[in-house]
């Protein structure tokens, strides 16, 4: 049984996009190193705001901890092991032949260790029996580190992981289980165009809030009555507010509401850096949040290859960047991508368009912009005509 890792042809960036990820047989992407050698599985969040919200949903899948793919399971029994035979094989990293089994039935999942060398722990303790499994607790089939995915989990993941990155200071599933197993307050950081709009919604979307829609502020209210009522359309649901040089400070009754678990607010801030936070929220409130900086992707230039390959397939275009020219394919990974997601995106939807069209001119028209900007934004970037190594 292999491992799901596919490009979906719809991102799914608002809660209500569908999923799009079936069952392959490729193998988990190892965008970054294996999983390093662990004795004992990370326990949940240690969360104070979790409350009303946190209730039961089934697993449905479960992945290797912050590496790309994962397996869906099915209705009975499935082994984890070293051995051909077991449901899901993982060769030549050191598990038992047949260590641990998944017993998945309508709304249960149970672990049991199956007398492996190495053992099988959950929540800082080895495995004795069988334990339940519930959506973002890990288990460690030493020394693989597992998660548990719920549905919307599995959906949103690509692009938690798409938008933080392989060397992120938190890892992609480390954010993935704060969103879906917590609700404490957020700070999400990073330049303009890094997608803090789109990781603030999609930690929405996997949390067990997901079914009512957030509440999303790009600026900040002076009137401190219009403050305290986006705290209330916020009740039960997230509040993402956006913060920037402009802000002016939340009121101090406002903030205390924020931040007290009995009020319901999911709160997401997102600003350029955590000193903006601080001058809207204060020192002390921006100290309690979970802090998620985002790196702009002149940072990730050995990312940017799958990023844009990512983009391709999103619109279900049949070229990657190997069918480029080797003069393109430099320019791409060595260009600073200042504008980080937004520029990329829009040099991908030129190159889509000018390969489709078969010119600049027809390609600029059908995107609405003249052909001299999109002359420029090639140049710029460093592509030159003609853009792909074979015909258009």
């Known amino acids: 049984m292999g491992p799901t890792d596919k490009f979906p042809q719809r991102a799914p960036d608002s809660p209500a996009a569908p999923s799009s990820f079936r069952l392959s047989s490729v193998a988990p992407t190892q965008s970054q190193s294996a999983s390093p050698l662990t004795t004992r599985t990370p326990p949940l969040p240690d969360d104070r705001f979790v409350g009303w919200d946190a ?178 359309q916020a009740s039960k649901t997230s509040l993402i507010l956006s913060l920037d040089d402009e802000s002016a400070p939340l009121g101090q009754d406002v903030v205390s509401k924020l931040f007290d678990a009995r009020v319901g607010v999911r709160f997401i801030a997102i600003a350029s850096s955590p000193s903006i936070a601080r001058r809207a929220l204060t020192d002390a409130k921006v100290g309690l949040m979970q802090h998620v900086p985002v790196r702009p992707l002149g940072d990730r230039k050995d990312e940017i290859r799958k990023l844009l390959d990512r983009q391709f397939a999103k619109h279900a275009f049949c070229r990657r960047v190997n069918d480029l020219t080797p003069v393109n394919q430099d320019a791409l990974k060595t260009y600073p991508w200042p504008g980080n997601f937004a520029e990329l995106r829009e040099v991908v939807d030129g190159m889509i368009a000018h390969a489709t069209l078969g010119g600049l001119r027809p390609a600029a028209e059908s995107l609405g912009i003249s052909y001299q900007k999109l002359d420029r934004r090639f140049k710029r970037v460093g592509l030159k005509i003609r853009l792909f190594g074979q015909g258009e």
């Open 55 to 232: 209730g039961p949903d089934p697993t449905i899948a479960i992945c290797e901890n912050n590496v790309e793919g994962d397996w869906e399971l099915r209705l009975g029994e499935i082994s984890i092991g070293g051995s051909r035979q077991c449901t899901i094989s993982i060769q030549g990293r050191g598990l038992s032949a047949r260590h641990c089994l998944l017993d998945r039935r309508v709304r249960k999942l149970l672990l049991h260790d199956l007398d492996s060398s190495h053992g099988t722990f959950f929540r800082e303790r080895k495995l004795e029996g069988s334990v339940e499994l519930s959506p973002g607790d890990m288990f460690t089939a030493r020394p693989i580190t597992f998660v548990c995915l719920r549905d919307a989990m599995r959906q949103y993941r690509p692009t938690v992981f798409e938008i933080l990155g392989s060397d992120a200071v938190r890892p992609p599933d480390w954010v993935m289980v704060q969103a879906a197993t917590g609700s404490g307050p957020m700070l999400l950081t990073g330049e303009a165009g890094c997608d803090l709009d789109r990781l603030a919604r999609a930690i929405h979307a996997m949390s067990s809030r997901r079914l009512r829609s957030p509440v999303e502020v790009a600026t900040i209210p002076h009137d401190h009555a219009a403050q305290a009522d986006l705290v209330q």
